[in-house]
C-alpha cells in the first residue's frame, strides 16, 4: 500500500497570502497524485488531479506540481473561502490512499 | 447536471449488515469508474472500495476485503455496496463518487454521504 504523507498538519495564514502544501508518496507514483478541498459539513471537492491540472472551474490560483514522490499544492494568495482542509490522493493504485489532510486556518 | 445521491445508510448492530446504494444521473453511467469513499467522525477519508466502468475490475481495502462487495447496475444507473460482519470501525459518512474516466480514480463529482452506525 502507497502511503501519503501530509506537511504541515494545520497552516494559520492570512487572507492575501501563499499558502505551500506538502504531500510524500511512501512509492513512485509518477504525477498520478490528486487534490481535494473540504469544508465543514461538505462532500469534497477535486482541485487537481494528475499532479498539476485544474479540475473545471478551479480558480488560477490553485496551482499543484511534483512528479514520484513529492507533490505541492500552492495557492497564490488565500480568499477567504479557501480556508479548509486539503487532502492528497494517490490514485497509482487500489487501494486509493489519501494523506490526512493539512488544515488551513485564519491566523 | 451530475448528480449523484446516496441512501441505504443507518443504525445498525456489530455483525449485521446493510447495502448502500448510489443513484447516478447527469452523464453515461457505464463510461466511469465509480469508488465509495469513507470518513470516519473528525477523521480523515479513506478509500473503501472502486469499480470499473465495465464492472469488470473491482477493488478494496485492506480493511473491508472479504466483507464488502461493490456492484453496479448499468441500466439502473445505480452503485451498490454490500456490507456485511460490520464492526464498530466502519462507523463513518460513506460518499459515492465519481471517477474521471472507465478506469481513473480521481473523483470529480461527490454525493452528499450518508451516514452508517455500527453501534450495539
Known amino acids: 500500500e502507497v502511503v501519503v504523507t501530509q506537511s504541515p498538519a494545520t497552516l494559520s495564514l492570512s487572507p492575501g497570502d501563499r499558502a505551500t502544501l506538502s504531500c510524500r508518496a511512501s512509492?513512485?507514483?509518477?504525477?498520478?497524485l490528486v487534490w481535494y478541498q473540504q469544508k465543514p459539513g461538505q462532500a469534497p471537492r477535486l482541485l487537481i488531479y494528475?499532479?498539476?491540472s485544474r479540475a473545471s472551474g478551479i480558480p488560477a490560483r490553485f496551482s499543484g506540481s511534483g512528479s514520484g514522490t513529492d507533490f505541492t499544492l500552492t495557492i497564490r494568495s488565500l480568499e477567504p473561502e479557501d480556508f479548509a482542509v486539503y487532502y492528497c490522493?494517490?490514485?497509482?493504485?487500489?487501494?486509493?490512499?489519501f494523506g490526512q489532510g493539512t488544515k488551513v486556518e485564519i491566523k | 447536471e451530475v448528480q449523484l445521491l446516496e441512501s441505504g445508510g443507518g443504525l445498525v448492530q456489530p455483525g449485521g449488515s446493510l447495502r448502500l446504494s448510489c443513484a447516478a444521473s447527469?452523464?453515461?453511467?457505464?463510461?466511469?469508474?465509480m469508488t465509495w469513499v469513507r470518513q470516519a467522525p473528525g477523521k480523515g477519508l479513506e478509500g473503501v472500495s472502486g469499480?470499473?466502468?465495465?464492472?469488470?475490475?473491482?477493488y478494496y481495502a485492506d480493511s473491508v476485503k472479504g466483507r464488502f462487495t461493490i456492484s453496479r447496475d448499468t441500466p439502473r444507473n445505480t452503485l451498490y455496496l454490500q456490507m456485511n460482519t460490520l464492526r464498530a470501525e466502519d462507523t463513518a459518512v460513506y460518499y459515492c463518487?465519481?471517477?474521471?474516466?472507465?478506469?481513473?480514480?480521481?473523483?470529480?463529482?461527490w454525493g452528499q454521504g450518508i451516514l452508517v452506525t455500527v453501534s450495539s
Open positions: 494528475d499532479s498539476s
Open positions: 469499480i470499473d466502468g465495465n464492472g469488470v475490475g473491482t
Open positions: 463518487a465519481r471517477g474521471g474516466g472507465p478506469t481513473t480514480y480521481f473523483l470529480g463529482y
Open positions: 490522493q494517490q490514485r497509482r493504485d487500489w487501494p486509493l490512499t
Open positions: 512509492q513512485n507514483v509518477g504525477s498520478y
Open positions: 447527469g452523464f453515461s453511467f457505464r463510461d466511469y469508474a
